[in-house]
């Protein structure tokens, strides 16, 4: 890949949980933000009140125009919208849906996502839990360029960091989101100065991480004293391993 003669890119950030704040607060000081989309509010708490992504939040400081679709596949209005803005690059983090190919394509030099693994293992939704559940003992971020696929586009870069036999989901969880933030820095200098190198993932290693439940939370007492300690610090700080006694958490 060819240098780029260009000193920042315009950017549009796709992203909705806390995870996602530090890598678009990077990219706001970085680069040019020219919108920002996030899943729509949602009602929280015992009131139901709708409460915006921590995403939103951050883009509303910063005036940036924030777009929350119900859907991105088949909904012709925003993909025109995203469309007219002169894209250099889509930059994803945790928004929680696959994106079409209608999508995937607009932007000049690709779509970018940060994966909180080290791709292909924990493909999916949760894969910072199940690195812990599963008694990884590493985890990372990796940077790759999307495809139609979840989380199977070809790799860019791996970030990796140590898993602590203490660390629980929360603490992982706040040493990656850092790393994803320096990650995609990183990352995108290397795409400013042609020095990428794509890679395939090994299908043949690849491991899911599905979306975790309430239901997954249950101790299962049959298990090694190992596993359910990992489950407890996996489910940690939600939802909270639990077992019953007498008929009670």
Known sequence: M?????DKFNVL??????????TLEMLIH???????????DKPQGRGYKLKSSPVKEVALKYSIDVYQPDKVKDNDEFINKIRNMDLDLIIVVAYGKILPSDILNIPKFGCINSHASLLPRHRGAAPINFAIISGDNKS????????????TGDIIEKYEVEIE???????????LKLISAYGMKDTLQKIKNGT???????DSKSTYAPI???EFAHIDFSKSARDILNLIKGLNPWPVAYCLYEEKK
């Open 2 to 6: 060819f240098a780029l003669f260009k």
């Open 30 to 40: 970085n680069h040019n933000v020219l919108a920002v989309v996030t899943q729509p």
């Open 196 to 202: 990428i190198k794509r890679q395939k993932q090994d």
């Open 165 to 175: 036999d203490y660390m629980t989901a929360g603490q992982l969880h706040d040493k």
């Open 212 to 214: 975790i439940t309430k």
């Open 13 to 22: 950030f796709m992203g909705t949980p806390e995870f996602a704040v530090d």
């Open 140 to 151: 990372g971020i990796t940077t790759m360029f999307m495809d139609e696929g979840l989380d």
